[in-house]
């Protein structure tokens, strides 16, 4: 093997803790092969990108994600027996109990209808007060809402949007975040392995068909039943992700506070639209930097060879701002997405490949769904964007988010334009 296809010697750990979401991306551009190789906590990595790349990584014959994930993510993220640790056979059979639950018009539908109802009654109380957060309020409106649908009584929604916020904020990192993380997700673990077990003991009464029922009553490749811990860790992986939705409601203040022109058109009556700024959100604004897996047998990867056991990462970051894929990628405008949908393999962050068979998000639909209903919203919502707070978005701190979580003062709901004012 030339010296061009060996791992580098100094590991690149500290750089990509530096460098956060820019990392990969900049190493990219400073090569002409079609992969960079890099060590990573002192293992051979190499990172691919683009839709090629996506179905190369999503292909099990090729990359191994379950066994990949290392266990810092497993107990803050995912939790531990989750479904992303799976592969084969027993993946597909617990995949398709959240592809059962989160995809179809009816179940998108109804998330978005629990979500929104309680979004409305939260902006009445928004309006009496001096300032609000908007990643916070947000995360409380989702975390009630996807509760209420799910079928989960809450007793303290604030309490536990804190939590699954937590989960999400922490995982990427070594410092205090990360042990926070921790902490919420043995609450929350906790919490929820007690309520799968009242569901079976006929303490607690299941909404028929909720995700309650269904998760307390799934059973495995292997014909058993999940235990408490495991179904509690896969109720989260219903709730976590919808309450992770806060990430981008608050990019969507950001958004229409630097685009304000944006405000009008999203304030009509126009579902293309929203659901077109929906995905430019997630395009645009840094959410998951990369996934990764390892290569199950040797590879090769256009003619570079990948040897059994080497990690593979697949680029998300740097694929949503890829030049060869998008006009002007650094730019904000969802007019981008108003032509024609965004490819499978193209748009990817929350992964990429088929749900049904993949590890692509299950929740997708319902992450953009919400995004389409709340932005609106917002958009028709008066407000002050005071000027003392930090509307920075540090690439180096992953997850990257707002700073100051996007503060609105004085929050008062649009009057509506009259309909002969309003843009053809």
């Not at 922490?170 to 007690?194: D, K, N, Q, V």
């Not at 645009?284 to 593979?312: H, K």
């Amino acid at each position: 093997m030339n010296d061009s296809r060996r791992p580098p010697i100094t590991d690149s750990s500290l750089a990509l803790l530096a460098k956060g979401y820019a990392w990969l991306p900049d190493r990219r551009r400073r090569t002409t092969a079609p992969l960079v190789r890099a060590r990573l906590m002192g293992q051979h990595a190499v990172a691919l990108c683009g839709p090629q790349a996506v179905r190369f990584f999503y292909d099990e014959r090729h990359v191994e994600r379950g066994s990949a994930l290392p266990g810092p993510v497993l107990s803050t993220l995912f939790g531990h027996g989750a479904v992303h640790t799976l592969d084969g056979p027993a993946h597909r059979v617990r995949k398709e109990m959240f592809l059962s639950l989160l995809t179809g018009p009816e179940a998108v539908a109804g998330v978005v209808d629990s979500v929104t109802a309680v979004w409305d009654e939260a902006v009445r109380s928004w309006t009496g007060r001096p300032s609000v957060v908007l990643f916070d309020e947000a995360s409380r409106v989702l975390t009630e809402g996807v509760c209420r649908w799910a079928g989960i009584p809450l007793d303290d929604a604030e309490a536990v949007a804190r939590d699954l916020v937590a989960m999400v904020d922490g995982f990427a990192t070594a410092g205090p975040r990360h042990w926070r993380a921790r902490r919420a997700r043995a609450r929350s673990e906790a919490w929820l392995g007690r309520l799968v077990e009242d569901v079976r003991e006929g303490a607690v009464a299941a909404p028929a068909g909720s995700v309650l029922e269904t998760v307390a009553g799934h059973r495995d490749a292997d014909g058993l039943l999940l235990d408490p811990h495991t179904a509690a860790v896969e109720l989260l992986n219903v709730i976590r992700p919808t309450a992770a939705v806060c990430w981008f409601v608050a990019y969507a203040g950001h958004a229409l506070h630097h685009r304000p022109e944006l405000r009008d058109r999203l304030g009509e009556d126009d579902p293309a639209y929203a659901v077109a700024f929906a995905h430019e959100l997630r395009r645009f604004y840094p959410f998951a930097p990369f996934v990764g897996g390892r290569a199950v047998t040797d590879l090769t990867w256009q003619g570079e060879p990948i040897p059994a056991g080497t990690m593979v990462l697949l680029d998300l970051y740097g694929q949503n701002h890829d030049p060869a894929l998008w006009e002007e990628p650094y730019a904000f405008d969802p007019r981008r997405f108003l032509a024609r949908p965004p490819e499978r393999d193209e748009l990817v962050p929350q992964g990429g490949a088929d749900r049904a068979a993949g590890h692509r998000c299950p929740g997708e639909d319902v992450t953009v769904a919400l995004l389409s209903a709340l932005v609106p919203r917002l958009a028709r919502l008066e407000y002050e964007v005071p000027a003392s707070q930090d509307l920075r978005i540090p690439l180096n701190r992953m997850p990257a988010r707002v700073r100051s979580g996007f503060v609105m003062a004085s929050v008062r709901v649009r009057a509506a334009a009259p309909a002969a004012a309003r843009t053809p």
